[in-house]
């Protein structure tokens, strides 16, 4: 498993950050997001799932719980205690999902995939193993362009670069849904929604992260003119890492 951690000369925060990627990336994702928070003081680390990034795992077969286990292992093994959870996308409900069984300090969710008690279920299967062209995203550069307006063509080349397989499995989890009740998110959460996340046919927006936001009764934000990937390595990011982060260090205030 591999895990960026970044290091920071002056540590104000006790509480350490745990970044949960989405489907088809790595920890590649939240170099922005990372920069960002080990400036500001927090301890970030950055876990890529099982099968994903520099991690040796097999795609093929892999479940949620999964996906967890990778998160729970990378907590373990650098001793972390109490941290603040962070996930988007697929990595928003494997966020959910970590913080029902082990608890948090802090739980934000990020364009997240919708709980079971949110979007109901459909039994739908897919390939062992699936890409991100698979699941809907155009062959042509230059749609795919055209779909995702606030991120520069340099960096979204590096973007696809990155890219790799999913699981076929997992999707299927989550189409089906997984459940989180209520009950178990006991600890501050706040939804993050981009106002463009629908902008390809598999994004998530507001649009979700207000509907998980009023079943579980937290607080939601709204990124504007933020597509589905863009919300993490496009123009709008550093606004939504901003707003996180204001709203971890209220957190804090309130609980130190």
């Known amino acids: 498993m591999a895990i960026v951690k970044n290091k920071t000369s002056q540590k104000k925060f006790t509480n350490p950050v745990v970044l949960i990627h989405g489907s088809w990336s790595s920890s590649y994702m939240w170099s922005l997001y990372t920069d960002y928070l080990r400036e500001a003081g927090w301890d970030v680390y950055a876990p890529d799932l099982k099968g994903h990034g520099a991690d040796k795992g097999t795609i093929a077969g892999t479940t949620m719980n999964d996906y967890v286990a990778s998160v729970r292992n990378a907590v373990v093994e650098k001793g972390?205690?109490?941290?603040i959870i962070i996930g988007h996308s697929m990595g928003g409900l494997i966020a959910l999902m970590y913080?029902?069984?082990y608890g948090a300090h802090n739980l934000v969710a990020i364009d997240p995939?919708?709980?079971k008690e949110?979007?109901?279920g459909e039994r739908k299967e897919y390939p062992a193993e699936?890409?991100?062209i698979d699941?809907?995203?155009p062959s042509d550069p230059q749609e795919t362009i055209k779909m995702l307006p606030d991120i520069s063509k340099e960096v979204l080349m590096q973007f696809m670069q990155t890219l790799g397989m999913d699981s076929g499995v997992a999707r299927s989890e989550r189409k089906l849904?997984?459940?989180?009740p209520r009950e178990k998110l006991s600890m501050p959460t706040l939804f993050v929604g981009g106002e463009l996340g629908e902008s390809v046919s598999f994004g998530i927006g507001i649009r979700v992260a207000r509907t998980m936001a009023t079943y579980y009764g937290k607080e939601v934000i709204e990124i504007k003119r933020a597509t589905h990937p863009g919300i993490l390595i496009g123009e709008h990011a550093p606004e939504a890492v901003k707003k996180i982060e204001v709203w971890l260090q209220k957190q804090q205030q309130l609980t130190h």
Request: glycine letters at 14%; hydrophobic letters at 40%; zero cysteines.
């Open 118 to 120: 949110v979007q109901g």
């Open 177 to 180: 849904g997984i459940s989180v």
């Open 80 to 83: 972390l205690e109490n941290p």
């Open 99 to 101: 913080v029902a069984q």
């Open 135 to 137: 699941a809907g995203l």
């Open 130 to 132: 699936y890409s991100m």
């Open 113 to 115: 995939s919708p709980s």
